[in-house]
């Protein structure tokens, strides 16, 4: 059954609507900004979910499909819907912003990471903006509006990393844009190569799908396009942007960053370079998959050597992109299942990484490892949720990250299996590096650097917010903080997350059935297995 | 029998998430709902042997887990067999008295409500474990059986011993799952299937090489080194005993490091087809009996002997694999089990009274601690294999299947460990419980009745369960039955020497007749040794600070530099060239004119040149 209700423009119109209302709210009304985009973020969730339910799995393909004609003499429409990728994407986005904006309601508050700058209005305002950026990438049914909607969703983030950052932000802010641009650069080169060679003069992916490129224009254009998309995926040698931007976006941006943009990269492989060009995938994906190993191996080796929280959390990211690069180089249906599979379960785990890492950096005042140590006894909610999402990481059973990264490894051994085994490699590394990262964190004894909220009180004249001050800005000078655990407006999004990686871990079904169907019919387009 | 398969398997989680979610603030209803669960879960599985016993066979049920593609299932399932059926009672009767035992060992701790939630979960992992009926199965409760020992070796996370045993052994031991996890993925995509029944019917049909068998089963053993504490990857297991005793007892010594047997067990099709296979289990097994056996000579911790004790008992089963000893090998697992949670009970007993590990700070507790000391003894005999005990039947089960398969080598290896382990257990009893007194100040009691009933239960299966050797190899075979052979000289010889084991300890420890310390001078070089055990542990540290580390910071460094390091350059090289151009571009009219006029100038000088 499929409900006429135009669900994809309603869930691209909510973010956008709720963007607008926030710019109109008068300056001071802090609080309603936050419940709109709470509630923004909420509904775009909901709505997600509608759509999961209401996805005909026995049908298959598109659904939802709606078309509008925008400049016929230029083929371009406004054309968007959804199929079984495109609907986890959703729900991860859905998932993502909710748990984002209620993140940084908190750190908003007086004394919060993000409570120096101040001037919520435009943060969420933003912050809408390039979730509808990335709403419309994932239901882009058009290769100009998928283009646009990327660049939406990539270029607010210089300014929310700008403004919004910590430490060398401006450098981040600019590298990261500058790296993405020239992505774009090489995505834009493919896609006017599709739209004049086919001579069609149309960007509707659909009729492009169906044609039929020679296969030496597709051995030209495939790297082209793959290199452009996977600059956002965070393939390596190209990766470098991520770990600096990660660092020094605040919680909310990186969980999206993290969680949600670097998968447009994944998925803009798939639906361009590997359904457009099935013959090019076949060409280069046993050539380019030495580098989603490198990826896995030297992400997860560098991750080890890393001294800052966050740079730990980003070099793991680039090495789980690679697990997901990894999969679709395997080009069969259990490689590319897991490879979607692990787009959604690293973005929720990464998202409740960088979450957790906002809140512990917001009560110790400082991300170096060394400088941490036994903050279990002081928060035990969040060491608790840290070693849950560091086990989704390290692809514990009973965790999505485990199933997903077996199925890749499955698909992968099919296609490559030497090369295989070297990649599997990176779950030891990755054990060792999250074990150590939870050990610094919050076992051994309790650094003197953090007391219990209990005896602060105790002291609190000795505590003036110059301290404080102080304490944030050069590490530790001698003044005990006083560590709390997390509070109701945290522990709310860290549980969902949490919840998540569990339920898709023990049952991962539900989520698969319905990306399945997606995969089969990429599969079919490729021509079976490789 | 299936609806009891799930009340065994589902009790545990339930009492794990009921003590998680609600009653963690009581303490008194949490061990309660665990200890109940538990208890239900053993009644289920004694009716689930009984049914086994009355008809013998293979019972499966499957449920389809995850469907990609129609020729390679992904599915769970349960696999019900006299091998799984035993197990499951082994499982779930130590699960239990360890349970009971704790109430008094955790009386007044911290984290009471935390350690039977997990203690929960680890039963109920476990059990998974035993019943899978197909590889992914086994491994994703491999996984989480290991994940329940860290964190159980973590109890005490604020101590950084205790976090450091409990990352080590998580990570030592994911070496070995790494090569399982290849053994799975390998055989899925070989053969089809995860399921080992058919498993065993493809591999049958001869669809791999010999040498990709032996790969697979060299990959299989990996796993199960780790997990098993074989050489070289057993160097966390002593690390564990940081954890509390009763978790050694359950997790380190009866069920969880078994699981590496009881996987060679399950898929001991593969192993039976590769020679050099079976070679390789048997060799490592025994040198691991030995090098463990000889170490635990000269440990000071009560707890540090028996965890090395486990590992030289686990090297026992494995060599017994490797020589085709299937039964003799489980039955190991199974009598090992009930002695060795004996003995660290006790041990833990004697720990709770005196609050120190170190057995030359013990001494003369018999006359304080009167039921630990007897059931301690019992536990020693048996682990020394001295008849009439369980651990003489199985042992000797062990050492004559090694000579007549014909390792004479390995044979003689394996006595000298036997009297190895009667030496270091009697010095052990007679340091503890017999010798002067070397404590002060401290008034040692026997432990509460909580704590001493589950030993003398155990007691009483470490000395019963040797009259079901017989009844047990008509149950579990592989192929065909193996008749149990009545020697008599081997069990006669290794009870001698077991014997000449133990008076020698008593001359030394009990009477002083011999110096320990003379002896200790005299053979300086083997003692420094074995105290440094091997220097293993240091091998290891040296690889991770001279390979892993200065990798790992190469690769970050070289990030940084290197890679980043062009992104910059080429920032740098545009900015730097978009700045010399821009001097192009001044707007100053003067300057253009100087352009123009050098330009001429050049003009006219190259037409000369050409001229």
Same mark, same amino acid.
């Given at each position: ?29 802090? @609080?309603?900004m936050k419940v709109t985009a709470g509630v923004t973020g909420f509904i775009s969730l909901v709505l997600s979910l509608a759509l999961f339910v209401l ?5 298959? /393909? ?5 078309? =509008? ?5 230029? /083929? ?276 409740? @990484? ?108 000795? @505590? ?67 | ?30 061990s309660l709902v665990s200890m109940v669960a538990m208890a239900v879960s053993l009644l289920s599985s004694l009716l689930i042997f009984a049914l086994i ?20 299932? =992904? ?55 035993? =019943? ?87 990959? =299989? ?53 590769? /020679? ?264 290891y540290v040296f690889c991770v600070k001279n390979i892993l580390f200065v990798v790992s910071n190469a690769a970050g460094w070289f990030d940084r530099h ?50």
């Amino acid at each position: 059954m499929i409900v006429h209700f135009p669900f994809l423009s309603a869930i691209l119109s909510v973010t956008l609507l709720g963007a607008l209302i926030i710019i109109v709210l008068p300056e001071n009304k802090h @609080f309603l900004m936050k419940v709109t985009a709470g509630v923004t973020g909420f509904i775009s969730l909901v709505l997600s979910l509608a759509l999961f339910v209401l996805y005909d799995r026995s049908l298959g /393909g598109f659904q939802f499909v709606e078309q =509008i004609a925008w400049l016929p003499r230029l /083929g371009i429409t406004y054309q968007v819907g959804i199929d079984g990728i495109g609907l986890a994407m959703l729900l991860l986005t859905g998932i993502v912003i909710l748990t984002g904006v209620l993140i940084s309601s908190h750190e908003f508050k007086a004394g919060g990471l993000l409570g120096a700058t101040g001037r919520p209005k435009e943060f969420y305002a933003l912050l809408l903006v390039l979730v509808a950026g990335v709403f419309g990438v994932f239901m882009s049914l058009d290769l100009f509006f998928f283009f646009l909607f990327y660049e939406l969703a990539v270029l607010p983030m210089y300014l929310l990393i700008g403004i919004w950052g910590t430490g060398k932000k401006e450098y981040s802010a600019m590298k990261l844009t500058l790296y993405l641009l020239l992505g774009s650069a090489f995505i834009l080169i493919g896609i006017l190569a599709l739209y004049f060679s086919s001579g069609l003069r149309t960007f509707d992916w659909l009729v492009l799908r169906s044609v039929a490129f020679p296969a030496h224009f597709q051995n030209i254009v495939f790297p082209v396009i793959f290199v452009g998309f996977g600059i956002l995926a965070g393939l390596w040698p190209f990766h470098t942007w991520s770990p600096d931007g990660h660092a020094s976006a605040p919680s909310a941006v990186s969980m999206l960053h993290a969680g949600v943009l670097m998968k447009l990269g994944a998925f803009g492989i798939i639906r361009v370079a590997l359904e457009l060009f099935p013959i090019g995938a076949k060409f280069w994906c046993p050539i380019l998959v030495f580098l989603p190993i490198v990826n896995i191996v030297y992400g997860a080796l560098s991750a080890m050597s890393q001294k800052d929280l966050k740079y730990v959390i980003a070099y793991s990211s680039v090495s789980h992109m690679g697990i997901v690069l990894l999969g679709i180089c395997s080009l069969n249906a259990l490689g590319l299942n897991g490879a979607v599979f692990q787009m959604f379960s690293h973005g929720v785990m990464t998202a409740l @990484f960088f979450a957790l890492v906002g809140c512990i950096y917001g009560r110790t005042h400082t991300r170096i490892l060394n400088e941490m140590g036994g903050l279990a006894k002081l928060a035990p909610f969040l060491a608790v949720a840290f070693t849950v999402g560091g086990l989704a990481s390290l692809g514990l059973p009973g965790t999505s990250g485990f199933v997903a990264e077996f199925l890749v490894f499955l698909g992968a051994f099919k296609a490559y299996p030497a090369l295989t085994v070297i990649a599997a490699t990176g779950i030891v590394i990755t054990a060792i590096y999250v074990l150590r990262v939870v050990q610094k964190i919050f076992f051994a004894s309790l650094n003197p650097n953090y007391i219990p909220e209990a005896d602060a009180c105790t002291m609190k004249d000795q @505590f003036t917010h110059e301290h404080l001050e102080e304490v944030s800005d050069s590490g530790h000078k001698g003044f005990p903080i006083s560590v709390s655990d997390a509070v109701l407006l945290e522990k709310i999004p860290i549980v969902m997350l949490m919840g998540i990686l569990i339920l898709f871990g023990i049952w991962p079904s539900l989520i698969i059935n319905v990306i399945n169907i997606g995969v089969s019919s990429i599969v079919q387009t490729i021509g079976g297995s490789l | 029998m299936f609806e009891l398969t799930a009340t065994v398997l589902l009790c545990p989680l339930a009492a794990f998430v009921l003590i998680t979610f609600f009653t963690g603030k009581s303490e008194k209803i949490s061990s309660l709902v665990s200890m109940v669960a538990m208890a239900v879960s053993l009644l289920s599985s004694l009716l689930i042997f009984a049914l086994i016993l009355s008809a013998p066979g293979d019972y499966e049920l499957k449920i389809p887990w995850i469907n990609i593609l129609k020729d390679l299932p =992904i599915e769970m399932g349960v696999l019900l067999n006299p091998v799984s059926s035993v197990m499951l009672m082994v499982v779930c009767t130590v699960s239990l008295f360890v349970q009971i035992y704790s109430v008094g060992y955790m009386h007044n701790d911290e984290g009471y409500s935390k350690y039977y939630s997990f203690i929960s979960l680890f039963s109920f992992s476990m059990l998974g474990l035993v =019943i899978a009926n197909n590889l992914l199965q086994l491994y994703i409760f491999w996984e989480l059986v290991g994940l329940c020992s860290y964190l159980l070796i973590g109890h005490w996370y604020h101590k950084p011993d205790a976090a450091n045993a409990a990352k080590k052994a998580f990570v030592v031991t994911r070496f070995g799952d790494f090569g399982l996890l290849i053994a799975v993925i390998f055989l899925a995509c070989k053969t089809g299937t995860f399921n080992f029944l058919e498993i065993e019917r493809v591999i049958g049909s001869g669809i791999l090489s010999p040498a990709a068998v032996t790969a697979v089963a060299l990959l =299989i053993f990996c796993g199960a080194a780790g997990k098993s504490a074989q050489f070289p990857l057993h160097i966390w297991l002593p690390d564990a005993m940081e954890g509390p005793t009763p978790i050694s007892a359950l997790i380190h010594a009866a069920t969880m490091v078994a699981a590496g047997v009881y996987l060679v067990i399950r898929t001991y099709f593969i192993f039976d087809l590769s /020679g050099t296979a079976l070679s390789v289990i048997a060799i490592i097994g025994c040198s691991t009996a030995f090098m463990a056996g000889s170490i635990a000579i000269v440990q000071d911790d009560i707890k540090k002997v028996l965890a090395y004790s486990t590992i030289s008992q686990l090297g026992y089963m494995m060599l017994a694999l490797g020589v085709h000893g299937y039964t003799a090998g489980y039955f190991h697992l199974i009598t090992h089990a009930t002695f060795k949670a004996l003995l660290f009970l006790g041990a833990g007993s004697v720990i709770h009274s005196l609050h120190t590990n170190n057995i030359w700070e013990m001494g003369r507790l018999f006359k304080n601690m009167k039921v630990t000391a007897v059931t301690f003894l019992i536990g020693g005999l048996a682990l020394s294999g001295v008849y009439p005990t369980s651990g003489f039947f199985s042992k000797d089960a062990i050492l004559i299947q090694t000579l007549e398969s014909g390792h004479y080598v390995l044979f003689a290896v394996a006595f000298l460990t036997a009297g190895f382990t009667a030496f270091y257990m009697a010095r052990v009893f007679f340091v503890v419980f017999l010798s002067k007194e070397k404590f002060s100040g401290k008034h040692p009691h026997e432990s509460p009745a909580v704590m001493y009933v589950p030993l003398i239960l155990l007691a009483t299966l470490a000395v019963g369960l040797g009259f079901f050797s017989e009844g047990f190899s008509r149950l579990i075979f592989f192929g065909k039955i193996n008749e149990p052979e009545h020697a008599v000289l081997i069990p006669l010889l290794s009870n001698l020497s077991a014997i000449g084991a133990i008076v020698l300890a008593w001359a030394i420890y009990q009477k002083e007749l011999i110096s320990a310390a003379a002896l200790e001078q005299r053979f300086a070089f083997v003692h420094k040794f074995l105290k440094n055990k091997y220097y293993i542990d240091e091998m290891y540290v040296f690889c991770v600070k001279n390979i892993l580390f200065v990798v790992s910071n190469a690769a970050g460094w070289f990030d940084r530099h290197i890679v980043d390091g062009a992104v910059n350059g080429a920032f740098y090289l545009t900015s730097s060239a978009a700045g010399a151009l821009r001097k192009l571009q001044t707007g100053m009219v003067q300057n253009y004119a100087v352009g123009i006029f050098g330009g001429v100038i050049l003009l006219w000088f190259f037409m000369n040149m050409m001229k």
